[in-house]
């Protein structure tokens, strides 16, 4: 121990405790693992010893190096890498406080974790990318590790943090590169793999059968006892994943016994708390590593490769809800001319023509009707609650108050922000822009039974010649109703149009504010040309997980419950009635898939759009989908 200097405890286990060492000729620091001989028996010792000779064989960035292991008659000491921030389990548990910490302040700004969930996906991917990085190179050894969990993954501050703050310690650095990040942001903490007291070496074709390894995270082979391959550490990868992103482990129990319960009565059903703004590809990986039979679970080949590991781009990939949010945007836009010429006509043809046999019959006459008035209040439902976030970006004053709840596109300034932050405005856009696309679109949809109702009906009227006798009475009022509903539709497109190019361009001045380095910012937003064909939504990028349909979704549940409240208690009976049918127009708006409009043949953009909406409503719960359907 001539070199080392120890100094205080960090860390305690069943058979070694942890101190901070120095170098004593560089200064740096190093975390002193001390195992007690006394305390070693049997496998336990071997243990220790396989982990050592691994160890001295192990030069990564993503692994925690071993420096030197010296030997006294009491106790084995091993001088390995610091990772001054600890390990991914306390990340996870204390991602609330990571805003506290100098080392991850700025992180936790820039990445804020998911409310009532786990972490940002932007640093669950940057971990999941190193992780990778580890297990890539453990696979060339054929080693597995045969214990992957949060808490034997490291972390370090980043490199940026490092660099530029002379309060951090100098940790000693087992080679030029062991510091510096193979993959990943230089901006986010660094992880690396630790405790190699369970690895070995098995090639991939080849089958173990000892039990070891943590529980939570250990693959069901292992707890059925059978034999298992290398494939186990992907099980363990895949819980390690999950609990990032829900910040809780997939599957919790007391026993073996249990946990090899719940997770063969999971059935390979894998669900992730409502609040997770995961991306698909991101769902679509960690069901496809939890997957109970070996034989089935992604092979090491198809990880190693997966758009999720090997994606270049420093943030995320622009999700589906994005596109489909984008061309909505361009279709509503161009919709306007139409709805507008529709509105106008129908308001200039003062005469009701026709001889009261060849025109539409007055029942098909009323189911059209009815049909333009509910894509018309579910729109008006969506559009009350695009409100609500609207008016906290433009605060209405009295001296501006001519009806629309805001400023003129022309008059908008960034002065209406004043007392929210930049992620606040940048979060109020988005939302209240998906909500008003996903109005315009409910609205362009009354405008298109409207449209091919009156083409049919005038059709109808030239091929029946002169009207010798105009439509009875009935005919007229629904005429005259579908009339007044256009117009109304027509005058509501136009104000939501006006709002929502308000916020858009409100979204794109705040995100252009954000930090450089922030994936909100301009300069990180992916270039996919196909999803921005229309000049009206250059620059728009919404962050993933934001849709109108989750966001109306929680809405309506949330409305739903605080009206069942009031009504066990017997307050506001009116108020709780109007909050539950508010709800089921909502949630009959999420649903929608325009199985009720008239069959139109459907190709291109618009087929595409159509599938990216239903893959958008896969998230929503079956069930749920099946009961709002019941109400309808």
Known sequence: ???????????????????????????????????????????????????????????????????????????????????????????????????????????????????????????????????????EFLRRLNLVHRDVKPQNLLLLPSVDFRESNREVPQILSASQDSLIPAVGLRSLPMLKLADFGFA???????LAETLCGSPLYMAPEILRYERYDAKADLWSVGTVLYEMAAGRPPFRASNHVELLRKIEASNDSIKFPRESNLSSDMKLLIRALLKRNPVERITFENFFAHPVVRQNSPVMLRLQEE?????????????????????????????????????????????????????????????????????????????TNHGLGGLPADQASSDDDEGLTIDAVVALSEEALVLYVKALSLL????????????????????????SARDPINIQVVITRINSAVQWVRSRFNEVLEKAEIVRLKLIDAQK???????????????DPASTSGSTVDGVVITPGISAEKLMYDRAVEMSRKAAIDEISNE????????????????????????????????????????????????INTDDQQAVQKCE
């Not at 996870?92 to 700004?109: C, E, F, G, V």
């Not at 070995?200 to 080849?206: A, E, I």
């Not at 362009?444 to 009207?467: F, H, N, Q, V, Y």
């Not at 190709?603 to 896969?618: C, F, I, Q, R, W």
Request: hydrophobic letters at 35%; a neutral charge; charged letters at 25%.
């Open 1 to 135: 121990m001539s070199q080392w200097t120890v100094g205080s405890k960090i860390g305690k286990g069943s058979f070694a405790s942890v101190y901070v060492g120095t170098h004593k000729s560089s200064g740096a620091a190093v975390a002193i693992k001390s195992v007690e001989l006394g305390k070693l028996k049997g496998k336990v010792k071997d243990n220790l010893y396989s982990e050592i000779k691994i160890l001295e064989k192990l030069r990564h960035p993503h692994i925690v190096a071993l420096h030197e292991c010296v030997e006294t008659p009491t106790h084995i000491n091993l001088m390995m890498e610091y990772c001054l921030l600890g390990d991914l389990s306390l990340f996870i548990k204390k991602r609330d406080m990571l805003s506290t910490n100098p080392a991850t302040h700025d992180m936790a700004r820039k990445y804020p974790n998911t409310p009532n969930a786990g972490l940002n996906e932007v640093i669950i991917r940057h971990f999941l990318k190193q992780l990778t990085s580890a297990l």
């Open 323 to 399: 596109i489909a949010f984008e061309r909505d945007y361009v279709l509503v836009d161009k919709n306007q001319v139409a709805v507008n010429a529709l509105a106008d006509e129908l308001a200039a043809n003062g005469r009701l023509i026709g001889d009261g046999k060849q025109s539409t019959p007055y029942d098909e006459d009323s189911r059209v009707a009815q049909c333009i008035e509910d894509y018309a209040t579910r729109s008006d439902v969506v559009y009350g609650f695009a409100e609500v976030k609207y008016k906290q970006l433009v605060p209405l004053t009295p001296s």
């Open 444 to 467: 362009a949809k009354s405008m298109d039974i409207a449209s091919l109702w009156w083409s049919r009906r005038t059709r109808a009227e030239s091929s029946a010649g002169p009207a």
């Open 513 to 527: 504010a954000l930090p450089e380095d922030h994936p909100g910012h301009p300069s990180n937003h992916p270039v």
């Open 572 to 619: 506001d009976l009116a108020g709780c009635e109007i909050s539950y049918v508010t709800a089921v127009r909502m949630l009959e708006a999420v649903i929608d898939n325009d199985e009720d409009l008239p069959k139109r043949r459907v190709s291109g953009p618009a087929k595409e759009e159509h599938a990216t909406k239903e893959e958008l409503a896969s998230d």
């Open 200 to 206: 070995r070496v098995l090639p991939s074709t080849s």
